[in-house]
């Protein structure tokens, strides 16, 4: 599966999220009171830029509204979707419920998934009463009644949004106790972190890596699958590391060392 799952644009769904996924659930019940009497909106699974708004479908374009562009607040998606690289949605996940563990969750649900995307509230527009906006990954994205769609009108790229996020975080193709991201070469470390202790989230890498212990070199499904006749791998050790989502470590430069969860914990890795 791909190592490049994004998410997270902007500060005030950073703010907001960082209080999900604390737990908070002073906040949540907020969220369920203050929602009330709003219309819950419905993502199309087989097209992520599409979405229902009392039955009616909308699509979702490229253009975008600064905050002050809002119209009066209609309803609600609030959801993660995990998607894939043609634009199906193939898991979702409630916001208000998600905890640390959720993007872990969701990539086992769904390992062909490449682009974690977050949803949220859906507004009127105020020039134009046919269309809405939608708040995606921390963008107000209009969108218009998909049986009123143009030639002219420019789709949500969701693969450009989720990708420009940040850079990519990879294993390291020459030493599987490494990850990449840029010029930057992270080693990871026998030191941990509490989930307490993470900050934001950077990445989601879902890769199960086997790799020969003495030279950390990955070993290919071939070689892992290749019968030995001749006895001369038979001193070879192998190690199994099963890499998931990446972090930021709070009071800690993520160009210094970040938190990367291996093998169901999350391990310090520090830039070399």
């Given at each position: 599966m791909n190592s490049t799952i994004k998410f997270f644009k902007g500060i005030f769904l950073m703010v907001c999220l960082c209080c999900v996924l604390s737990g908070c659930s002073i906040l949540q019940d907020g969220i369920k009171d203050y929602s009330s009497g709003k219309e819950q909106c419905y993502l199309v699974s087989e097209d992520v830029t599409q979405f229902t708004y009392k039955e009616e479908t909308y699509t979702i374009l490229n253009n975008t509204v600064s905050n002050d562009g809002l119209g009066e607040w209609l309803g609600y998606i609030r959801q993660l979707a995990a998607v894939d690289k043609d634009g199906t949605v193939l898991v979702q996940e409630a916001i208000e419920t998600a905890t640390f563990e959720t993007l872990s969750d969701l990539a086992d649900k769904a390992p062909d998934a490449k682009y974690i995307i977050p949803f949220l509230n859906v507004y009127a527009a105020p020039n134009n009463a046919s269309h809405l906006i939608v708040d995606v990954n921390g963008g107000y994205h209009e969108a218009v009644p998909s049986d009123q769609l143009t030639a002219a009108d420019e789709v949500f790229d969701f693969k450009a949004v989720a990708e420009n996020t940040g850079d990519s975080y990879e294993v390291n193709p020459q030493n599987a106790t490494q990850l990449t991201?840029?010029?930057?070469?992270?080693?990871?470390?026998?030191?941990?972190?509490?989930?307490?202790?993470?900050?934001?989230?950077?990445?989601?890498?879902?890769?199960?890596?086997?790799?020969?212990?003495?030279?950390?070199r990955p070993l290919s499904k071939e070689e892992q699958n290749k019968i030995d006749w001749t006895g001369s791998s038979a001193e070879q050790q192998r190690e199994r590391w099963f890499y998931m989502d990446v972090y930021e470590i709070s009071g800690t430069d993520p160009t210094d060392a970040i938190a990367v969860k291996v093998n169901n914990q999350y391990h310090i890795a520090r830039v070399q």
């Open positions: 991201c840029g010029e930057r070469t992270y080693q990871v470390t026998e030191e941990t972190v509490t989930t307490e202790q993470l900050g934001a989230y950077l990445d989601i890498l879902n890769e199960t890596i086997t790799f020969d212990a003495d030279s950390k």
